[in-house]
């Protein structure tokens, strides 16, 4: 039985892009995922939300390519906001510590609001 993955993502004004995630994100996705998330950051976006209110799962790949993207954005002054309120993946954060790295949030409409106030 295959688990469907769905990544979207968009641009928020010039400086802030939006991946979007359904699904689960294992071995098999985590390449593309984390392609997804460096790209906007390679062109020089400042400011990326990864939305995983629509995830299922996430595995160590995963959270790997979200460490590097974080360790990029931060060398550069800039940041990354993690949107999730999935209890499962909320708490991967908590078990690995990973809450106290990502600013983690419960939806991308407050990540917003957190850039709009931080602008």
Not at 12 to 40: C, N, W, Y
Not at 52 to 71: N, V
Not at 104 to 118: D, I, M, Q, Y
Request: aromatic content about 6%; glycine content about 10%; proline content about 3%.
């Amino acid at each position: 039985m295959a688990i469907e993955f769905g990544i979207k993502d968009r641009a928020v004004g010039d400086d802030t892009h939006v991946i979007s995630v359904t699904g689960e994100v294992d071995l098999f996705t985590a390449p593309e995922f984390k392609q997804r998330v460096m790209a906007p950051i390679a062109a020089g976006v400042e400011h990326v939300i990864v939305d995983l209110t629509e995830a299922s799962f996430i595995d160590s790949s995963s959270l790997g390519a979200l460490i590097g993207a974080h360790r990029r954005l931060k060398s550069r002054g800039s940041r990354l906001v993690v949107a999730c309120d999935v209890e499962a993946i909320v708490k991967t954060f908590r078990i690995t510590g990973l809450d106290g790295v990502f600013e983690l949030v419960p939806s991308v409409e407050a990540a917003l609001g957190g850039r709009a106030e931080a602008a």
